[in-house]
């Protein structure tokens, strides 16, 4: 467990680093482009340091937002709270605060920079359709991503997703306003046309790069999370019960979306179908889950 944090911590720097990189590449294209020059690089250091300091510090409130979640009080929800705090102690971290969505579909998810600023989100529909046993497993679940510091990489990742898909559509809007051929003429010979193409690839496949960082930090985490949860209950079959009710609902989760579907423990998006999206999925399936927790 401590190498896993370890590496989910290096694993964050070297995904901010790629993003500044990233950012930093297309920024200084589309000032090319737009014969802006070194003020689209500096443009670029603007919108790459304010979107990471951004992401990092309120990556929490920009996901709660997003998920249209509220605060939970424990007069409310007293038994969500006292199993969150149960789990907490045997986990040996702080107690993350408590909030709730308001939707039928049940799923749950973590968030925040590190275990001392974390939250854990749930649906109402998990806590009317689960049990006592399968409420901790899920949140046993979630509590082993704030231990494991999966949400850092998670959360980050949703806002490096749009500030790269923000700039990929500037480059792409210049090419349609006539601005990227101007500067090819401008420039003549092999250079102006080498940068134009360039900067047209970029634009094109930067948010599919982005993307593809998305599955690659959220596939193998979630079977991790599964084996620490269903170590912090002892009880692996309270995770693996819930994991099939929550796969058996077909109710799609309204608050979420394509941007934060791989934050939940569950896809939220049930309306997904085809080989394409299961491809593309940012979880392993269902039935992979739940065999590993069957065979503990």
């Given amino acids: 467990m401590y190498e896993q944090i370890a590496s989910n911590k290096r694993k964050s720097f070297f995904l901010i680093l790629f993003f500044l990189c990233l950012v930093f590449a297309l920024a200084w294209l589309f000032g090319e482009l737009t014969n802006l020059g070194p003020s689209g690089l500096v443009l670029a250091g603007i919108i790459a340091v304010a979107m990471t300091f951004g992401s990092y510090y309120s990556s929490d409130k920009i996901v709660l937002a997003i998920s249209r979640a509220r605060p939970v009080k424990k007069k409310d929800y007293p038994h969500l709270y006292n199993v969150v705090e149960g789990l907490a102690i045997a986990a040996g971290l702080p107690k993350p605060r408590c909030y709730i969505i308001d939707d039928t579909a049940p799923n749950a998810f973590a968030s925040g920079r590190n275990p001392k600023n974390s939250v854990i989100v749930v649906t109402s529909g998990l806590l009317d359709k689960l049990n006592r046993a399968e409420l901790e497993g899920v949140i046993a679940h979630e509590m082993a991503h704030i231990k494991n510091y999966d949400i850092l990489v998670m959360t980050l990742a949703v806002v490096m997703v749009g500030v790269v898909a923000l700039l990929s559509d500037w480059i792409l809007r210049t090419f349609l306003w006539g601005g990227a051929r101007r500067r090819s003429s401008k420039e003549g010979g092999n250079i102006g046309a080498i940068i134009v193409v360039v900067g047209l690839i970029l634009a094109i496949f930067s948010p599919f790069i982005a993307q593809l960082i998305r599955l690659a930090v959220s596939r193998k985490r979630e079977f991790l999370a599964d084996a620490n949860g269903a170590f912090l209950t002892r009880?692996?079959?309270?995770?693996?019960?819930?994991?099939?009710?929550?796969?058996?609902?077909?109710?799609?989760?309204?608050?979420?979306?394509?941007?934060?579907?791989?934050?939940?423990?569950?896809?939220?998006?049930?309306?997904?179908?085809?080989?394409?999206?299961?491809?593309f999925s940012t979880h392993p399936p269902t039935q992979e889950r739940v065999a590993a927790l069957e065979k503990m």
């Fill in 235 to 279: 009880y692996p079959p309270g995770l693996a019960s819930a994991l099939k009710k929550l796969a058996a609902d077909k109710e799609p989760l309204e608050a979420a979306n394509k941007a934060t579907a791989h934050l939940y423990i569950i896809n939220p998006l049930k309306g997904a179908k085809g080989a394409v999206n299961k491809l």
